[in-house]
């Protein structure tokens, strides 16, 4: 038994000099946390654990998609571990340190979207003509594309952007053609809007990446201007082959389809 104890005593002996030698100093604190006599890898958990909650990812500006606000971005921040542990060893005594905190921008910021935001670039519209509930299917996806923001050389998916035509999103029976012949399906009219938006698009000489016609032809565009979407299959897609920002502004009026495409003047 005296001779565990003899070990004991010496361990804690041996202990106590290596933190006199290798740990933090007395009274240090951490962002107001004790961090005293720790030693080197015991500090750098501790430095991890204090560090979590500073350490967040930048969020990009955007739009509000009901609204059309700009919603300005949020710079981000990652902590230097080492840095803060080297800043924790060689402090005095008594001393409170700071994380030592890297800011992390955002890769855009909202002063382009406002840019976007003041002119036209591309529109196109087009006449309404059917039922009630080809009327809510073609208003339902004219909201999911309004304040759709692209940035450059990112790619724009009508199926992505829109989502699912079910009921469960607001969609009715209406009539779509379906192999050259008419049928009734949920969302029928929803071609009307992706056909608006690519003859937008092409006005604004974005970069069409995904397009396909009827198998017959429609009323609202001219022959060979239509674009069928149908999700889980066929798809309008465009780049934004600019180098700055393309908004998506899309409404109805007096039985029209109206869609802009917003960006700034480019040189």
């Known amino acids: ?18 933190r006199d030698a290798f740990g933090v100093k007395a009274g240090v604190k951490l962002e107001g946390v004790e ?4 030693l080197p890898e015991e500090l750098e958990e501790v430095v991890r654990g204090i560090a ?8 990009e500006p955007r739009l509000d998609k009901d609204t059309g606000q700009v919603i300005r971005e949020e710079a981000g921040a990652t902590v230097d571990i080492e840095a803060t542990v ?27 979207i406002l840019d976007a935001q003041k002119s036209i670039i591309g529109s196109y519209s087009t006449w309404f003509h059917g039922s009630a509930a080809r009327y809510q299917n073609i208003a339902t996806a ?37 192999n050259g012949g008419m049928d ?12 608006t938006l690519y003859n937008a698009a092409l006005a604004a000489n974005l970069q069409v990446v995904e397009r396909h016609g009827h198998s017959k032809p429609v009323h609202y565009v001219p022959e060979g201007r239509d674009a069928t979407v149908d ?3 066929v ?30 003047e480019q040189n």
């Open 1 to 18: 038994m005296a001779f565990f104890c003899s070990l004991t005593v010496l361990s804690s002996w041996v202990d106590k000099l290596e």
């Open 35 to 38: 961090v005293e006599r720790l």
């Open 52 to 59: 979590l909650p500073h350490q967040k990812l930048p969020v």
């Open 86 to 112: 080297a800043q924790l060893r060689a402090c005095s005594p008594g001393q409170n340190v700071e994380l030592v905190k890297i800011p992390l921008p955002t890769l855009h910021t909202s002063a382009e």
């Open 142 to 178: 004219m909201r999911g594309v309004n304040n759709t923001l692209i940035w450059p050389d990112q790619l724009f998916s009508f199926n992505e952007v829109v989502g699912p035509r079910t009921p469960e999103r607001g969609y009715l029976p209406a009539p779509v053609i379906l």
């Open 184 to 195: 009734v399906g949920y969302g029928g009219g929803v071609c009307q809007v992706s056909s």
């Open 231 to 233: 999700y889980g299959g």
């Open 235 to 264: 798809d309008l897609k465009f780049r934004n082959n600019r180098s700055t920002p393309v908004i998506i502004r899309a409404y109805l009026n007096n039985g029209r389809l109206y869609i802009e495409l917003r960006g700034a």
